[in-house]
Nanobody
Framework: VQLQACGGGLVQAGGSLKLSCTAS????????MGWYRQTPGNQRELIAT???????DYADSVKGRFTISRDNAANEMYLQMVDLEPEDTAVYFC?????????????WGQGTLVTVSS
């Protein structure tokens, strides 16, 4: 399973960005998907998850500003980010739990950089 994240870039504080993550490869099903972010010297922070049925959860730091969604038919996941703050500057990674026949494991994308200027 390969995960390709895109949509990062430079935006001013208060602006918006939408990240996308596309899953490809051979798999039986993709279960929960999510977004992490990481700043230099810090651990990756889980900020949003979405189940296959569309149940979502958010970190307090992004709740009310970020919206996670997915298109199961297209094997895609999105993160709509509004009211961005300089503290949101990070590399954003998508992740997915996928089943290949009887084996289930987690997969990671390569990351996309989001820079929010003040």
């Amino acid at each position: 399973v390969q995960l390709q994240a895109c949509g990062g870039g430079l935006v001013q504080a208060g602006g918006s960005l939408k990240l996308s993550c596309t899953a490809s490869g051979r798999f039986s099903a993709i279960h929960t998907m999510g977004w992490y972010r990481q700043t230099p010297g810090n651990q990756r922070e889980l900020i949003a998850t979405i189940t296959r049925d569309g149940v979502t959860d958010y970190a307090d730091s992004v709740k009310g500003r970020f919206t996670i969604s997915r298109d199961n038919a297209a094997n895609e996941m999105y993160l709509q980010m509004v009211d961005l703050e300089p503290e949101d500057t990070a590399v954003y990674f998508c992740t997915a739990t996928a089943r290949i026949r009887l084996k289930v494991r987690d997969y990671w994308g390569q990351g996309t950089l989001v820079t929010v200027s003040s």
